[in-house]
């Protein structure tokens, strides 16, 4: 009975990822006209220029970084700032478009855990030295 059990989750396993495999296959055959645009609109706002660096992943899995030199209709430009070697890459082999760095709200949530450290730590100083009672004594 056991033996029988363990057989058929086997079974169930494999046919189960199987499946996932064939899934994942057919919704990574491309970039869809609404994730182009999002990528372009990425690249547009990020500008260009050797401030404009950024972290590309590309659909067949390739990393590349740098920064934006050129941005065009249907690609960009995309320099090594090492090596200064460029690569001209399509709006529709790249799967995400990333700048260096931290975000604006990791800033914020930075500052704001400063703030609240610091204001605690003047906090538990001032009522260290705190006695209600001590002008009544």
Known sequence: MLRKSLSMALLGLTLLFT???LINAQTNTGNNAATVEKIKANV????TGEK????????????????????ADDSFTLTDSKT?????LDYSDVAQVKGTGLSTTSKILIGVGVGVAVTAVV????????D???SLR
């Open 44 to 47: 547009t706002k990020r500008g």
């Open 52 to 71: 404009a660096r950024v972290n590309v992943k590309m659909l067949n899995g390739t990393k590349m970084k740098g920064f934006i030199s050129q941005a």
């Open 132 to 134: 209600p009672l001590g």
């Open 123 to 130: 906090l538990a100083v001032a009522f260290r030295n705190f």
């Open 19 to 21: 499946n996932l495999q």
């Open 84 to 88: 200064r070697q460029t690569s001209t």
